[in-house]
């Protein structure tokens, strides 16, 4: 299938030297381009989340550390042990970003033995050609995640029921393509139905305190022509009283050994609530999703983010000043709660 919209998350310049983003933080108001050209623009990228969800934090990684490695041979560098060494530095400030989504990681480090394994075989390698193995791993592991988000929907619309009337589902965040290098993960199958002509009605949580849902899963929806409806996450439990839903659809950026998800703050009182309405529960996430280091969900590091976010993300002080903050950016959804984990790989009922 064709992407859903025309637009590139993220995609190298032509010299490959630099990245282009669509900055996130600007949509809906603005659909704004911003070219990224050294480390710390990129890793600020990552920290203010211009790009952000978990695969495209992988796709993102791997292309940053291609550009980077091919602007510095483009400036001079011609030591292959120095670029290696440089290549370390970036893996560790772009790892250091943040914390709980395992793509990152993952990517990273799939780079960094790509290019050892590519260097063993190619032993006296010229530093442009070091360079020109990282971009070729690089748009390996963007295509790939295009093919897992492939896999994932088609997997994930044997799940969704077979309607006359419409398919409704209920989605926590942005787990769409905005947040891969493809048609996502947790809006994946619903781009697939819409191509098959099946009626759909999705409602987004609006996902406080960044607004992910509000922002980006309503404009993915919206622009590819699906009936969206934003509801504050404090109302999904009032919808799950009043109208049949089908299922709930999230994704995740990191599931333990165990099946214990970590996925945007608000998803474990969605599972709560599903549980308690009878409604499906699935998560649906990439192979490069599962942390097989990680036993269970309470060793999944989660990221704590600025107080401002919840004090002034409005635009103006909705806090007041001698009240403390919690912020906590994701949160555990224990397996027992999941009803499946769809993967690129099939859908798994049990994890046990
Ligand atoms: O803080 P974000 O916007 O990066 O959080 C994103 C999510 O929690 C997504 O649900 C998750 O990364 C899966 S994206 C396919």
């Known amino acids: ?150 896999a994932i929907g088609a997997h994930a619309l044997q799940l969704l029921p077979a309607t006359d009337g419409p398919v409704t589902v209920l989605t926590h965040c942005n787990a769409g393509a905005l947040a891969t290098g493809g048609i996502g993960t947790a809006l994946s199958p619903l781009y697939l139905a819409r191509a098959e002509g099946r009626r759909l009605r999705v409602f987004a949580d609006e996902t406080r305190p960044l607004l992910q849902g509000a922002r980006l899963t309503a404009w993915e929806l919206a622009r590819a022509g699906i009936d969206v409806t934003v509801l504050t996450d404090g109302m999904a439990g009032a919808l799950l009283s009043s109208i049949r839903v089908d299922a709930i659809l999230v994704g995740a950026d990191r599931i333990a050994a165990n099946g214990d998800v970590a996925n945007k703050i608000g998803t474990y009182g969605l599972a709560v609530l599903a549980r308690r309405h009878g409604v499906p529960f699935y998560v649906l996430a990439p192979t490069s999703t599962l942390d097989p280091d990680c036993p269970t969900g309470a060793d999944i590091p989660i990221e704590q983010r600025r107080e401002d976010e919840v004090r002034s993300g409005m635009g103006r002080t909705t806090v007041p000043a001698d009240a403390e903050v919690w912020n906590p950016a994701f949160d555990v959804t224990p397996a027992e709660l999941v009803t499946a984990w769809v993967t690129d790989e099939g859908v798994r009922r049990s994890w046990s």
């Open 1 to 150: 299938m064709r992407a859903p919209l025309p637009f590139a998350t993220v995609r190298p310049t032509e010299d490959g030297r630099a990245l282009v983003i669509l900055d996130q933080t600007r949509l809906p108001e603005e659909e704004v381009e911003r070219t990224l050209t050294d480390r710390e623009g990129m890793a600020e990228a990552i920290r203010l989340l211009r790009v952000r969800g978990a695969p495209l934090l992988g796709v993102f990684a791997a292309h940053a550390l291609a550009a980077l490695a091919t602007n510095r041979v483009a400036t001079g560098e011609t030591d292959p042990t120095r670029l290696r060494a440089a290549l370390d530095e970036d893996v560790e400030v772009l790892g250091a970003t943040r914390p709980t989504a395992v793509n990152l990681g993952w990517a990273l480090e799939r780079m960094r033995g790509a290019l050892d394994e590519w260097s063993a075989a190619n032993p006296g390698a010229a530093a442009d050609a070091v360079a020109a193995a990282l971009r070729t791993v690089a748009s390996e592991i963007h295509d790939q995640d295009r093919r897992m988000c492939e």
